[in-house]
């Protein structure tokens, strides 16, 4: 072992500047890596529907890969634990190294056509935790990939901490925890809840509008045709007492996003379409959220001990429940004839379903408004 480490260390001096500098661009790189796979591989359904957001955005031949999108969600945050793990620490960092720059080689290129082609708005890559737009995230990635360039450049400076035998099983054991810690989440629920519809949060007040927020700005264009000719205008110079133009169409295009609360689209319809929203949200009692966003893909045993505590709750004279879902009303009476569930659904939308809760299903607890508690059905009905 001894041989090893002189062996490695028999190169130049590195330089103390030069030194400082690799050590800081090892630390800040690893750094954003490991949070990066940590927000990932915490809310592994998270991370999975932002991968088919991407798939169905891109269409035809990329739509055949939606299956794979939890294992590559999976693998996408175990990666980038491996590689921010091996730079902060220093374990294989030459093969972190080289690791880093092959992801920014496709990442960087990726992101700059998302920044240009924006086929989704939030790109994705810090999970729920922090918001990136596509330019800031093609900014970000321009950034790191200088950094790694310079790890890249001066590699053969950066030297071993541990024996290779001891350094492969160290990473083997990071790859371990990465995979476990993601399959663990998506079992149960993220160890942490960086959506607005975390444990304490009144979902009213998350639905507010403060008073002066800016409002969307759009430039309206006005489209009229004189003698077979077609001609744009805006709302300065439209003809508008002109009776030789007639009107054609009218375009509006947003020029600035104004103030959007963390909470919108929270809308409850119950089975006749009535918008019971403000009902459920105001009441004081406790009041369950069965959340289904798809009846498809839920755990049938577990939707039919849902009618368990649907029945408490009628029993109750001060606790309430809905079963909440987006699937359509062939799909509800297909599990009703499967399994003799006589509880109602109501509807909500599926992208605020799968935001509230990452279980199908799950359930949470309310309390004016106020979440109470939540709970993956694995943890709810664990008997």
Not at 89 to 109: K, S
Not at 281 to 303: C, I, N
Request: charge should be negative; aromatic fraction near 14%.
């Amino acid at each position: 072992m001894d041989n090893y480490f002189q062996t490695n260390r028999s190169h130049t001096a590195v330089k103390p500047w030069l030194k400082a500098v690799l050590a800081v661009c090892r630390l800040f790189f690893g750094a954003v890596f490991i949070f990066s796979g940590f927000v990932k591989a915490i809310d592994p359904l998270g991370s999975t529907y932002k991968i088919q957001d991407y798939l169905m955005a891109f269409g035809g031949f990329f739509e055949h890969f939606l299956p794979l999108a939890l294992p590559a969600a999976v693998a996408l945050s175990t990666i980038e634990l491996l590689i921010g793990l091996s730079l902060f620490f220093n374990i294989r960092v030459r093969l972190g190294v080289w690791g880093g720059l092959l992801f920014m080689l496709v990442m960087t290129p990726l992101t700059l056509y998302i920044a240009i082609a924006n086929p989704v708005s939030d790109c994705g890559c810090f999970g729920d935790a922090v918001k990136l737009s596509n330019t800031a995230t093609f900014l970000k990635n321009i950034v790191l990939l200088a950094v790694v360039l310079v790890l890249f450049f001066n590699r053969k400076r950066l030297y071993p901490v541990f024996a290779p035998g001891m350094e492969w099983g160290v990473l083997l054991l990071f790859a371990v925890a990465g995979v476990g810690l993601s399959v663990h989440c998506y079992r149960h629920l993220p160890l942490i809840d960086f959506r607005p519809y975390k444990v304490g949060a009144n979902i009213p007040e998350g639905m507010a509008v403060p008073d002066g927020a800016p409002q969307d700005e759009y430039a309206i264009t006005f489209i009229y045709e004189k003698d077979g000719v077609q001609q744009e205008f805006t709302l300065d110079n439209y003809p508008k007492n002109d009776t030789t133009w007639t009107f054609v169409d009218q375009q509006s295009v947003l020029v600035k996003k104004g103030y959007e609360p963390p909470i919108h689209d929270f809308t409850i319809e119950d089975e006749d379409w009535n918008d019971i929203t403000d009902d459920v949200l105001a009441y004081e009692g406790q009041t369950y959220l069965v959340v289904a966003y798809d009846l498809k893909l839920a755990d049938e045993d577990a939707l039919a001990k849902v009618q368990r505590l649907y029945n408490r709750c009628v029993l109750s004279r001060d606790t309430r429940c809905y079963v909440l879902t987006a699937s359509t009303d062939e799909d509800i009476e297909s599990l009703r004839q499967r399994t003799g569930v006589t509880y109602p659904f109501c509807k909500m939308d599926p992208i605020t379903l799968k935001t509230i809760i990452r279980s199908n299903p799950g359930i949470v607890l309310i309390q004016g408004g106020t979440v109470q508690a939540k709970w993956a059905w694995r943890d709810f009905f664990n008997d």
